[in-house]
């Protein structure tokens, strides 16, 4: 009775502990590439610079393709076009 009321609450109690079922990187992997020695701090701050750098690289090529369509529909309608 009391585990039909336990488990109409959601509450199923702890797992039972079964050998080998840990959570583990595949075995067909090379060891190189089950760990990273690349801190996450690390991987963080080289997205954030390739994406800087993407944008950068971007707004310098839309540039002239702006100014062009600024001419025409103005630099609101611009921005939004180019933006989105």
Do not use: C, H
């Amino acid at each position: 009775m009391q585990a039909a009321r336990a488990a109409s609450r959601g509450d199923l109690g702890a797992a039972p502990n079964r050998p080998g079922r840990e959570r583990r990187a595949p075995s067909g992997l090379p060891s190189l590439l089950r760990t990273s020695p690349v801190s996450v701090v690390t991987k963080f701050i080289l997205a954030l610079a390739a994406a800087l750098s993407w944008s950068a690289f971007s707004l310098w090529a839309a540039q002239y393709w702006f100014e062009e369509l600024a001419g025409i529909a103005g630099w609101p309608v611009a921005m939004f076009v180019i933006a989105f």
